[in-house]
């Protein structure tokens, strides 16, 4: 088991052997995760460009000006609603 101290501006070190066991590397980012009265450390890898082309547009090209207007509908709808 490793263990840290928490600083006054809260920061801990990730201690090396954890930090070897998740691969992580200086400059990347860690989430915490609460589950339950533990807390489990995830490392979070990559970004939103990732993603680019994981999801199939309905059309080729997809027509933003017509998905901007849908949503601007739905949230308009959804405002009046609440009002």
């Excluded at 992580?24 to 990732?50: H, Q």
């Excluded at 999801?55 to 997809?62: Q, S, T």
């Amino acid at each position: 088991m490793s263990e840290s101290i928490i600083t006054r501006k809260g920061q801990v070190t990730i201690p090396k052997e954890i930090r070897d066991h998740l691969k992580a590397r200086v400059g990347e980012k860690v989430m915490f995760v609460l589950r339950g009265e533990d807390v489990v450390l995830k490392v979070v890898r990559g970004n939103i460009l990732d993603l680019k082309g994981s999801v199939k547009p309905r059309k080729r090209p997809e027509d933003f000006e017509a998905v901007r207007r849908s949503v601007k509908r739905a949230v308009a709808g959804k405002i009046s609603q609440n009002e």
